[in-house]
C-alpha cells in the first residue's frame, strides 16, 4: 500500500509473495512437521475449502466494514496465547483437532483468504489446546497450514488478475529467504523466547490496527 497500490490488489500481492515465502518456512520447520501428518489432514481440508471462500469474498465485497474488524480478531487472538498456558491441560501426547478446533481453523482459512493479517497469531492459539510438546512444533504445523490458505486464495486472485506481479515477486525473494532462515533459527531458540516473541508481534500488530 505504501508503493500506491490498491487495498485489494495489495492484499492479493502480499498474499502472493507470503505463500512464497511460508512454503519456504514450511522446509524449514520440515522435522518437527513430520510426526504430526494425521493430525494436519482434517485441519488442511478445512483450511483449504475456507482460503477459497475467503478469497472469493474478498473480490465480491468492499473490505471496509471487515478491515475495522481487524484490531479486535489480533487483541483477541493474541490474548487466547497468552493466557493459553493456564487454560489448557498437560497431556502424554498430541491430540487430533477437536470439532471446536476445526470450525475455528475453517474461520481463521476465511479470514487468511480475506485479508490474513495475523492469521499465524490465530493458528497458534488454536494449536495451544492441542497438547503438542513445544512451541517450535505449533509453529511447524502453523505455517504448513499457511502454506494450504495462502496458495488456495492465490488461485482466485490469478483468475481475477489483481496480483501486481512486479512487487510480488521482489517480495518473494525476501520472504523466501526469512521464511526458510526465519524457521532454522528459531526451531533453535527455547520457547519461552520464542512465546514472547510472538506475544510481542501479536501485541505490536494489534496497536497499529487500532491506531490505523
Known amino acids: 500500500m505504501l508503493t500506491g497500490v490498491a487495498a485489494i490488489p495489495a492484499n492479493a500481492t502480499n498474499n502472493t509473495a507470503m505463500w512464497l515465502g511460508v512454503v519456504a518456512s514450511a522446509r524449514g520447520y520440515r522435522e518437527e512437521v513430520r510426526g504430526y501428518r494425521r493430525m494436519l489432514v482434517p485441519a488442511l481440508v478445512v483450511s483449504s475449502i475456507g482460503a477459497l471462500a475467503g478469497a472469493i469474498l474478498l473480490l465480491k465485497t468492499p473490505p471496509a466494514i471487515f478491515q475495522r474488524m481487524i484490531p479486535w480478531l489480533l487483541l483477541f487472538a493474541t490474548l487466547v496465547f497468552a493466557v493459553s498456558p493456564w487454560l489448557t491441560k498437560k497431556h502424554d501426547s498430541a491430540r487430533p483437532h477437536t470439532p471446536w478446533q476445526l470450525a475455528a481453523q475453517f474461520a481463521v482459512a476465511v479470514y487468511g483468504g480475506y485479508f490474513g493479517a ?95
Not at 172 to 186: E, I, K, N, P, S
Open 118 to 212: 495475523g492469521i499465524g497469531i490465530l493458528m497458534l492459539a488454536i494449536l495451544s489446546f492441542s497438547g503438542l510438546p513445544n512451541l517450535n512444533v505449533m509453529n511447524g504445523l502453523k505455517t504448513v497450514l499457511s502454506v494450504a490458505i495462502n496458495g488456495v486464495a492465490l488461485v482466485p486472485f490469478i483468475i481475477a488478475g489483481i496480483i501486481v506481479w512486479q512487487l510480488a515477486l521482489l517480495m518473494a525473494v525476501f520472504t523466501m529467504l526469512g521464511g526458510y532462515f526465519g524457521a532454522r533459527f528459531f526451531r533453535k531458540v527455547p520457547s519461552s523466547i520464542t512465546r514472547v516473541v510472538v506475544l510481542c508481534i501479536g501485541a505490536a500488530m494489534t496497536a497499529y490496527f487500532f491506531v490505523r
